[in-house]
């Protein structure tokens, strides 16, 4: 069963990347600048780290 937000989603995001020839850089910088000229506060959170646990 398809869910047609998921859908929508997909297509708005394949028709972004054809936008720039599915160039991930051009895409990304694209993203930057709607959110710098959005006007709203973005938050960005450090990495998580990870502890690994000794075998």
Do not use: W, Y
């Not at 910088?29 to 646990?53: M, N, W, Y």
Request: glycine letters at 4%.
């Amino acid at each position: 069963m398809k869910d047609p937000i998921v859908e929508e989603v997909r297509k708005a995001r394949e028709e972004h990347a054809l936008r720039f020839n599915n160039d991930l850089s051009k895409i990304c910088a694209d993203l930057k600048e709607q959110e710098r000229v959005s006007g709203k506060k973005i938050v960005h959170l450090p990495a998580k780290r990870f502890q690994t646990t000794g075998s």
